[in-house]
């Protein structure tokens, strides 16, 4: 039982089982919205047009928009995945999430109850990340123009640190960790698409991770670069890291987990796990000397207890990555071209 | 993972190339058929494990790739018809027609979907009486007998809002045409494993023995084609030119007789034109009488074939196997998959999507 499981929609069902047009109007719809169902739920949000917040040092500011469908997913769903990737965002540049900005845009129609599970799941996802909500908006759009439910989120942290977590601080012979097995995300998705559905017990691993991560920085693992493993997998991860810190990176394919039943999806439906969405993975370039150090600390916690060493910073050609496949034989790392799959996060 | 770690076992790998090395005395060049393997090939670097005397050349078994211009073209135009719901695999969406492709013309508002398999287009067809659903069918042997199966089934039950335009296409026509071309440079043939669980192999023994060149058939992981590979050169160092089985845990002689006797009924052998390669005589699977009223062409109207326009893509060739990807000059210049000339750079079995995801002018 948890804080938000006695709460239930405090709308009047009855009167309004669907969003309306006006309920993102202006008027009073959207004033009984505002008040009885995101107030209720976000209570640090600014009675006012912006929120106002004392902070002092460096800070990290991310914004990312969520489309995915379905909405409802094993093992998350938009609201957390809404909070987890914005939060994810900020603590691949190092920092403590803090404070989150939620924005949607509901489709007229959308059912109510739908709209109540998904803020309760926002409400909850921000408070186990520890992250306060703070300003928020709401559009609904004509029946046909939208897809349910898009949000956006804003995030700020803090850097309490002076490492700079980038890809142009990465440097030769640094040491890349992936932090768990991959593709669970993506195939978690896919089972429930319309048309392709197959039974799997694959649920996404959409989760926190910025505590793992600032418990790298605090046993004082020289963390160069950091990079969670979203759209196009841990390949577009690892290339646009290789581009970006002109570098070149080589990986062993053999070392990066996958797990059976990921593999089996993959192997059927013709897809590489190596290009498969996560949400709650990420690669950290760390100096080759802290390699077992930063391991140590990883496994100590559960989002990132599989983390492995994949691979290395190599005097290879810059800008390219380069991988070993599993009989030995090397051929390179390719970002790849149009989408593998439609809307995933 | 069972049934795909131990093929793909490095220390059995490194034992075959030992092996193969050992055995090869001359110079022998060996085509792959089948658009999988060649993936499989580029993704795993079998050839960067393989002798120097012996040369892959990769054939044209990439169905997507083979599909003719114009019947892209027609199945967009019946796309872009109201109350029709075009449904095709995955890989059919990029391919370029002459102007645009199938994605494209959905975000243009046509109703085009992606489909796993036919039947999933017959349901789409039950759920929307209203429209007319069109399975664009492509697919070598081993998507015919679940279009076979589909389109029966339609027929059973009375589903009239629902038809197919036909892309299917042979294998051993298409062997054929390449072994009897004057400039064929082909030694032996690594036959496609997945065509043979459908087929069997008995119709590679008298194209064997009339061009004298063996068979072998072969799976998909990186040992399969190692071991098909090795089993290929024995035979032509020993001067024999027989068809082999190296996928026995998949392939029967015989092949899927319930299968085959379906894809009998429901199709008949026709000529087809090829992208890139032209006409090959019997080379396509077209309706039978008994399932005409299923040709979408009957709907919608027939396919109508110009010359192929010159272009600077050099598919046509890659697909025969007389130059390799690379040795196009537009390769990853001019093409990519972003801007495919041609379709041997968009599918997910096209040899030059091969040759850009996983090699790229990087020699390992």
Redesign the interface.
Known sequence: MTAFDHFSCPIPINEYPQVLLAHGGGGKLMNMLIHQMFRASFPHVADHDGAVMPMTGKIAMTTDSYVVRPLFFAGGDIGSLAVHGTVNDLAMCGAIPKYLSVAMILEEGLPMETLWAVVQSIAKTAHDCGVSIITGDTKVVDRGKGDGIFINTTGIGIIPHDLTIAPTSVQMDDVVILSGDIGRHGVAIMAQRE??EFETTITSDSCPLHIPVMALVEAGVRVRCLRDLTRGGLTSGVCEIAKSGNIHIHLNE?AIPVA?EV??AC?I??LDPLYIANEGRFIAFVHRDDVSLALDVLHRHEATAGACVIGRVTDG?AG?A?IT????????L?MF??EQLPRIC | MRYIDEYRDPQTAHEYAELLAKITTRPWTIMEVCGGQTHAILKFGVDTLLPDKITLLHGPGCPVCVTPVELIDKAIEIARLPNVIMTTFGDMMRVPGSSTDLLATKAAGGDVRMVYSPMDALKLAQAHPEKQVVFFAVGFETTMPATAMTVHLAKTMGIANFSLLVAHVLVPPAVEAILSAPDCRVNGFLAAGHVCAVMGYEEYIPIAQKYRVPFVVTGFEPLDILQGITMCVAQLEAGRAEVENQYARAVQREGNTSAKALMTRVFAPTHRRWRGIGEIPLSGGGLSAEYADYDAERRFGKVIYGDETASECLSGQVLQGLIKPDQCPAFGVRCNPEHPLGATMVSSEGACAAYYRYRKGHTP
């Open positions: 048309g392709i053999s059976d593999r089996g192997e439906l013709g050609r390219m380069t496949s599993p009989i030995g034989a090397e051929r390179i390719e071209s149009g």
